[in-house]
């Protein structure tokens, strides 16, 4: 009897407190569709619309939407966005009944407010050329000083829709991170927005996209590896009960840009099957832009581990003194929050500000939010 009501004590921990298991790192090969042409070597954003795929250029290109073949990858069709400017585009999203074009890049540092374009769906089917509403924001967080190019936390490539909002997630050069902010489909004025939460990818995120049937959320990107060149990967959230960062979660290993080119745009076409961009890449050889596609619905998931007993209550975390050293305290800028008082089965965390932090461990996240 006593050993049931711990059980469900630490299932009750559970559900209060959310957290995600991480489901091992798996490899996968995504099936090339096409090499594409010249129009597409700056592809950088993906949306999947009525069995065709939608894609951007970034900076540098014209304000121009394109689409192209799902099936051979061939350019379909081009509509000009007749009043906007692309300063970098970067991530495109599509809501029941609108397409928003995010110009939400910043990999040089040097930009402090950063644009949405919003229009009908319907634009698509009956003009050639599309007028769009601006829609303007700023980060709450980015701090007022220069930042330096390619090496700091304020970049953003990666927007989807979802729950009625944008998601936008981060492009962290710095540590490694992404921040995870939210903002409504529409506004007015200039919108000022503070990140909802944080996760630890260990790479740069390019693109996000949702599966809307199975609820599963996606994230692109890729990591410098040790020999200097640089590999490929999909996360996945598994996004139970709309847990989305705290939900179970798995890192997809999809392989080198060698034979993927930089891989920038991500959407999703059914469920776990989605398709993947790569830029072009011009270095010691050139590697044209590429079309990939991804099914996921045979690749196996790692078994469910098992989660030490580990719980917050009031302003104290109750951890067993023997997993310290495996388990960091950090707040949503991925800084350490509390040294551990060693030697001791629980941590007093009255004296922490107010605010979100992340407890990591191995295998291992949880979110917990400090009130007072």
Not at 301 to 307: A, H
Not at 355 to 370: A, E, F, M, S
Request: aromatic share 12%; glycine share 6%.
């Amino acid at each position: 009897m006593k050993r049931s009501a711990v059980f469900c004590f630490v299932l009750l921990l559970r559900l209060a407190h959310g957290q995600g298991l991480d489901l091992g790192t798996i490899s996968y090969s995504p099936t090339l569709v096409a090499n594409l042409s010249q129009l597409y070597n700056e592809t950088s954003g993906l949306a999947f619309y009525h069995d065709t795929i939608l894609s951007v250029n970034d900076s540098g290109n014209e304000p121009v939407l394109h689409a192209l073949s799902s099936i051979n990858g061939q350019h379909l069709q081009s509509w000009p966005i007749a009043n906007a400017l692309n300063l970098d585009w970067e991530a495109l999203a599509l809501s029941p009944t609108s397409v928003f074009v995010g110009d939400i890049g910043n990999n040089m540092g040097n930009r402090s407010a950063l644009d949405i374009y919003r229009f009908n769906r319907t634009d698509l089917l009956s003009t050639t050329t599309i007028a769009a509403q601006k829609l303007t924001f700023k980060y709450a967080d980015q701090p007022v000083t220069a930042l330096p190019p390619n090496a700091h936390n304020y970049d953003c490539e990666a927007m989807f829709y979802w729950q009625d909002s944008l998601h936008l997630l981060s492009k962290n050069w710095q540590n490694l991170w992404t921040r995870h902010y939210v903002l409504p489909a529409n506004w007015q004025d200039t919108l000022v927005v503070s990140p909802r939460d944080s996760f630890y990818i260990n790479g740069l995120v390019t693109d996000a996209a949702i599966e809307e049937l199975s609820n599963q959320i996606y994230l692109l990107g890729y990591k410098k590896e040790q020999s200097g060149l640089y590999s490929s990967f999909l996360f996945r959230f598994m996004n139970a009960n709309n847990d989305f960062f705290d939900s179970d979660y798995q890192r997809i290993e999809l392989g080198s840009t060698l034979s993927l080119a930089q891989t920038e745009g991500l959407c999703m076409s059914a469920q776990q099957q989605g398709f993947i961009t790569g830029e072009q890449i011009v270095s010691v050889i050139t590697i044209a832009s590429k079309l990939h596609s991804f099914d996921l619905n045979t690749v196996g998931l790692s078994p469910n581990l098992e989660k030490p007993n580990i719980y917050f209550q009031a302003n104290f975390l109750y951890i067993p003194s023997a997993l310290l050293p495996d388990y960091k305290l950090l707040d949503l800028s991925g800084r350490l929050a509390l040294e551990w008082q060693t030697g001791k089965n629980h941590q007093d965390l009255t004296n922490l500000k107010p605010g979100t932090y992340l407890l990591i461990g191995p295998n291992y996240r949880r979110t917990w939010v400090k009130s007072n």
